[in-house]
């Protein structure tokens, strides 16, 4: 696949939900949690609204040169009292579109969210994958991200 050369990231839009919800579907984690149905269940619009609302959480899309959404992650800037009062920066959701792999784009996303952590006097970047995605692994320590933790998750 020939790479992608101009890719915009921009906040995301509301008429963005659908293509975001079938990229975080169109995989076999993602597929069982999502549901793609038509209408979209109201569940994801509420879910956006809040998130367009706090001002420490970005959910932003990658736009190819055709105005296509090909991908999307979000960044959310945690303050905290350790590390001095340190804010860090918890990246989520990275998906780029099946068909849009292989091109840097997940690379170009992840740039553009460690340059606005910094730029929010975030003195760290985190993100987690499940441990079964040893591709993403290994692309997330090819660019720089070390393993430093063991998540844990309890779900409801």
Known sequence: MSAISEITIRPARREDVGVIVG???DDPLGGPRERIENPLPQSYFRAFEKLQRD???LLVV??????AVVGCLQLCILPGLSSQGASRGLIEDVRVASHCRSRGIGEQMLQWAVVEARARECKLV????????VDAQRFYERLGFARSHVGMTLRF
């Not at 985190?126 to 995605?133: C, I, K, S, W």
């Open 23 to 25: 990229m975080l579907a």
């Open 55 to 57: 001002p420490n959480i």
């Open 62 to 67: 990658a736009v190819d040169g055709a105005s």
């Open 126 to 133: 985190e993100l987690l994958t499940h441990h079964t995605r």
